[in-house]
């Protein structure tokens, strides 16, 4: 049964990158959160190969209880690009391929696509994003009048007292990939008005995928979204460390109570060694960085949004 969203709920449009499986899932928290009005998701290029990120966004928008929203994939190109195991792992979503239902394409680019939802909202919008800041940029280029229609930008990206994650030759490691996708698009919205709340490395290394994790979530695989999960961070095992990142990021919407949030001054770094570092300034640029989260309460909420 589609979903319906609550009177008053928050108009939000999700920008996520494909990442496997932390973008996938989010998109499908989100589009489960009964306080969101989902106006659309674009998928920008970075964590991914388009063709099948944005197929499985579009198979997992249905199954989320969303068969109308919108989806449309972004052209925007790196400055630093994704590695190419982690970006063809996007190919594996398995338990979707055997879906038929698809939600719609929107019929322009992502980029576009974002311009025109903003000026057609009627009440100021909430960006989510769980990738680079790209897409957004592009549109602000497209028509900067729809600055002002921009909530806030809630964004999964940055490392600010802890180091990067970002292991490439000649580059010094302090970056989030994220940001070193494209750190000039990071610093155009840096030099912006708009409200940006942050959730960077410091707070997503506190909410590791856990064994303890895994088998409280086989407990549940009787539920859609919680085997679809269970499936996806099973044949996501040997990638490396996994951080709910963008998971972490996106439940803010639906639980602000789990988190506390400071304020800090940054500068992005877009040359050299740090590029893509989100550096501490005086004066810098401030943005509300959400700082600390109750590890428990979250993994049990993650837990109870994908049993239903
Ligand atoms: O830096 C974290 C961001 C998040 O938005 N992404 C993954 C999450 O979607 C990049 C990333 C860091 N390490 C990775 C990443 C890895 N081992 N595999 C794929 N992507
Ligand atoms: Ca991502």
């Known amino acids: 049964m589609p979903l319906m969203a609550q009177d008053g709920a928050q108009p939000v449009l999700l920008d996520h ?45 249905p199954l989320a209880g969303r068969p109308r929203v919108p989806v449309a994939p972004s052209t925007v190109r790196p400055v630093n690009p994704f590695p190419e195991p982690w970006r063809r792992s996007s190919r594996r979503m398995p338990p979707l391929l055997d879906r038929r239902a698809q939600a719609p394409l929107a019929g322009f680019p992502g980029q576009q696509f974002l311009a025109r939802q903003l000026e057609l909202a009627t009440a100021p919008v909430t960006l989510a994003v769980t990738g680079p800041l790209s897409t957004i940029a592009a549109a602000l280029a497209l028509n900067p009048a729809v600055e002002k229609k921009i909530r806030r930008i809630l964004w999964m990206g940055g490392a600010i007292d802890v180091p990067g994650n970002v292991v490439e030759p000649g580059h010094d490691g302090s970056a ?3 940001v070193y996708w494209d750190p000039p698009a990071a610093a155009a919205l840096w030099r912006t008005a708009i409200p940006i709340l942050m959730c960077p490395l410091d707070i997503t290394n506190s909410v590791p995928l856990t064994r303890d994790f895994l088998n409280r979530l086989k407990s549940l695989t009787s539920f859609p979204i919680a085997a679809l999960a269970h499936r996806a961070y099973d044949t996501s095992a040997g990638d490396g460390e996994l951080y709910f990142w963008d998971l972490l990021t996106v439940a803010w919407l639906a639980r602000p109570d789990l988190f506390s949030i400071r304020t800090v001054e940054t500068e992005i770094v877009t040359e050299g060694p740090s590029q893509g570092r989100t550096r501490r300034a005086t004066s810098g640029r401030r943005v509300d960085v959400l700082h600390q989260v109750d590890r428990e309460a979250f993994y049990k909420w993650l837990l109870s949004a994908w049993s239903k």
């Open 17 to 61: 990158d494909g990442g496997m499986p932390d973008d996938y899932l989010a998109t499908a928290l989100v589009a489960g959160m009964a306080n969101v009005d989902l106006l659309g998701v674009v998928v920008t290029p970075a964590d991914c190969e388009i063709r099948p990120a944005v197929l499985a966004t579009r198979r997992l928008l």
């Open 176 to 178: 989030e990939w994220n």
